[in-house]
């Protein structure tokens, strides 16, 4: 496979075939993080630069131990949007972190579309790392790498993804990345919170949560922020968790063998009840896991580890 | 004296269309002759043959951002782009800094455009105090000071009450208020149409239902009080569904939409493009055609460009920080002329408007008709010109635009105003000073 892309923005561009040989560079990734020593020195020299203007632990954590295990040096650098406002904008910070000669810019901005803007005006490699409500591509890459692992195969799985699809950035990235691999997606949530539109997508739309679980293979979580609540996008928070809450009932519909997945951080006893967040079919930990070796996939081929 | 020859004179205003030769003198219009060009004739003489002479343009809806935001545009800056546009004279809205709530700013608008202009400028004033919504702006005042109408576009006036007090004060003295429709609660925080593109690209949504609320209110307060209400840069289906209804039901209410509303859907937003941003936003393909039908039949009155010069500063950056708005005074005309092309729009009815119908809601005298005695307003348009819209074409002092780069057909090779040749690619006639 001959690897192009200097950026990794999103998957909405992506052929199946190169989601494939992320997945098949992060397996080799995953072998290196089972040695006693586990480093390489592919990215010795080179550097990258984590420019967050979000809150972010486990992405971040993720991105910064996937190019330590490659010999890169990882830099973080926070911003907070508040901070950009009293003055400098998101370009004049990200030209300044540029000057610095990184090799990689992992980004992560609360804007839709801030990431594609920037690798407008920016000649480095950039990794999008969550940009808004538009793609979260790393995220999609490892929720697939563990439902591979988990499954061995996605076409043909029935995938369902329950909660705040409108805002979801894990969820536009989930479908692009499952749907090329013929996974069939099934999308549930409250009306206010999953636009009829999304139906373009070819996923299936369901406003009941056991219609969405019934028979499933994979069932994603996502995260209900509680700011929405306010914003009258449903009543209550015991409301929200009533009727689009996974817990036992509800996951004993789905097929014998299901997963439950979430992107984290978990709203425990909120989107998905206490005792199923930590029983044996949630996946959420091998997430994580998997999260970097992905990501040192991903590190390496922009770094131009595959030529 | 001048004499423009030879060109297939539309004025609508007068039910005028047919070649003819027609003479200006003293910054008015002299008449029309027929037959043979008159020989001798003592003054310029221009030649338009295969060319459509018709009034000079008028935009009734621009931001010259003069004073206060100088660095955007300025007056003598924007009506030079009016005039490379075929404009001789525009509508300029009130949110300037300070904003022009005041005799003493629509003098000082006035005063400038006079020493400075390449076309007309005529002030629209706020019909809020600093645009703030709260208590009416010092109508008769600043109508005597020379302010055309009174809107406080870019704000949609909140309160209904406020609103029903603008419209019934108003009415007497006959301007119109225009009003930017737009109920703020449903906007929520929208930077795009909420529909597929929105929501596929992750961009907080504006429903249509966010304009069509607040013209449905305005309507029934204008029936309510029997003031005169303009409906600026209608964008959706059922706004322009609503004023059909207005009309029918006789009420005094007329619109207008802006040339990005029937050329680009929210399509254009694809790659977070911010110079496809600007509010209300681009709507869908269903918003676009029911807007082109509009403008057919005769619902939709008028075409205004909403020009709305930014630096590059605050369009340069992510797209929901991104200011709203685009330049449009030199593309107006020729997006406009588009509609013509098999034969969707007839020639005249494009010419009213652009001329005719917004100097016809403005009450501007002796504006938008070749009639004898007008203002010596003219444009003179090449319909089959095929040219590109390059940055460094562009006579505004911003150059957001999404037609850089655009093939276009048809412009304006000629506009003069009251007399004065503003705007000239004609050979052997140059501009005046």
Known sequence: MDWRRKHVLGLSDFRPEEIEFVVDTARSMEEVLTRDIKKVPALRGKTVVNLFFEPSTRTRTSFEIAGKRLSADVVNFSSSVSSQSKGETLLDTARNIEAMRPSILVIRHNASGAVQFLSRHLSCSIINAGDGSNEHPTQALLDLYTILKSKGKVAGLKIAIVGDILHSRVARSNLHCLGKLGATLWLCGPATLLPREMARTGATLTNDIREAVRDADVVIMLRIQLERQKSAYFPSIREYSLKYGLNKDIFALAKEDAVIMHPGPINRGVEISNDLADCSRSLILDQVNSGVAVRMALLYLLAGGAQ | ?433
């Open chain 2, 1 to 433: 004296m001048m004499l423009i020859q030879g060109g297939r004179i539309i004025d609508p205003a007068s039910g005028r269309d047919e070649v003819g030769h027609l003479v200006l003198k003293d910054g008015m219009v002299e008449g029309v002759l027929q037959g043979d060009p008159p020989a001798g004739f003592d003054g310029r003489i221009v030649d338009a043959g295969g060319k459509w002479v018709v009034p000079g343009l008028v935009d009734m809806h621009v931001h010259l951002r003069d004073p206060g935001y100088e660095w955007k545009e300025d007056i003598r800056t924007g009506t030079a782009a009016a005039a490379a546009g075929g404009f001789a004279s525009v509508a300029c809205m009130a949110n300037t800094q300070p904003v022009n709530d005041s005799p003493e700013v629509t003098k000082y608008i006035l005063e400038k455009a006079r020493r400075e202009g390449s076309a007309d400028v005529f002030p629209v004033a706020a019909v809020s105090r600093g645009l703030e919504g709260k208590e009416m702006t010092d109508f008769a005042e600043v109508a005597e000071a020379g302010a055309v109408a009174f809107s406080d576009d870019g704000k949609y006036i909140a309160n209904p009450l406020l609103m029903r007090r603008a419209m019934e004060y108003a009415r007497p003295f006959g301007f119109p208020i225009l009003v930017h429709s737009e109920d703020r609660d449903l906007t929520a925080g929208g930077a795009a149409n909420e529909g597929w593109t929105a929501i596929r690209m992750g961009i907080p949504g504006a429903p249509g239902a966010a304009e069509e609320v607040a013209i449905a209110r305005d309507i029934l307060i204008a029936r309510q009080t029997g003031g005169r209400l303009h409906l600026q840069h209608i964008s959706t289906k059922m706004g322009v569904e609503l004023l059909r209804m207005a009309k029918k039901a006789g009420l005094s209410v007329t619109g207008e939409t802006a040339p990005h509303y029937f050329t680009l859907t929210d399509a254009a937003l694809e790659g977070y493009d911010t110079n496809a941003k600007m509010n209300p936003p681009l709507r869908g393909e269903e918003d676009r055609m029911a807007i082109l039908e509009g403008l057919r039949d005769g619902t939709i009155d008028a075409i205004a460009s909403d020009h709305a010069p930014h630096d590059a500063f605050v369009k340069e950056c992510e797209f929901a920080a991104a200011a709203n708005g685009i330049i449009g005074l030199q593309t107006s005309l020729t997006l406009t002329l588009g509609l013509a092309e098999g034969g969707k729009i007839a020639p005249s009815r494009i010419v009213e408007l652009l001329s005719a119908a917004p100097a016809r809601i403005l009450s501007l005298r002796g504006k938008g008709t070749l009639a004898r005695g007008a203002d010596a307003d003219v444009a003179v348009i090449d319909p089959a010109a095929e040219w590109e819209f390059r940055a460094q074409d562009v006579r505004s002092k911003s150059k957001n635009s999404p037609f850089l780069g655009w093939k276009l057909r048809g412009r304006a090779v000629l506009t003069v105003c009251r007399g004065f040749v503003r705007h000239s690619t004609i050979e052997g006639v140059e501009a005046d000073a």
